[in-house]
């Protein structure tokens, strides 16, 4: 069983920096875990993902540049680097995974919906 806890987030000004962290645990070694976020009343969209045991990565087009999304096999952990924070960057963020590979990793192939493993979220609250 996919087991994923977050970690991290909190609150910061416009251009300032923080860490999100996702302990995962019980999955295979070939794994697409992603970062979601959502804002209120929307869905949620994929921010970034990485393909376990690879070093494929994708990021959405808002966050290209600004997020860096790792692997650390020995923590067992995904993390998301976030920089250069805008107030629309304020969220909840989710931590998800899915082992149905056919389906894809990139935010641009799978939504939401495709991913069976969820975190209970953590805060990230961008001031201007």
């Known amino acids: 069983q996919v087991q994923l806890v977050e970690s991290g987030g909190g609150s910061v000004q416009a251009g300032g920096s923080l860490r999100v962290s996702c302990a995962a645990s019980g999955y295979p070694y070939a794994t697409c875990i992603a970062w979601f976020r959502q804002f209120p009343g929307k869905e949620r969209e994929e921010v970034a993902a990485v393909l376990t045991g690879t070093t494929r990565a994708y990021y959405a087009d808002s966050v290209k540049g600004r997020f860096t999304i790792s692997q650390d096999n020995a923590k067992k952990t995904v993390d998301l680097q976030m920089n250069s924070l805008k107030p629309e960057d304020t969220a909840m963020y989710y931590c998800?995974?899915?082992?149905?590979?056919?389906?894809?990793?990139?935010?641009?192939?799978?939504?939401?919906?495709?991913?069976?493993?969820w975190g209970q979220g953590t805060q990230v609250t961008v001031s201007s």
């Open positions: 998800a995974a899915h082992t149905q590979l056919r389906l894809g990793c990139s935010g641009r192939a799978v939504a939401a919906r495709d991913f069976d493993y």
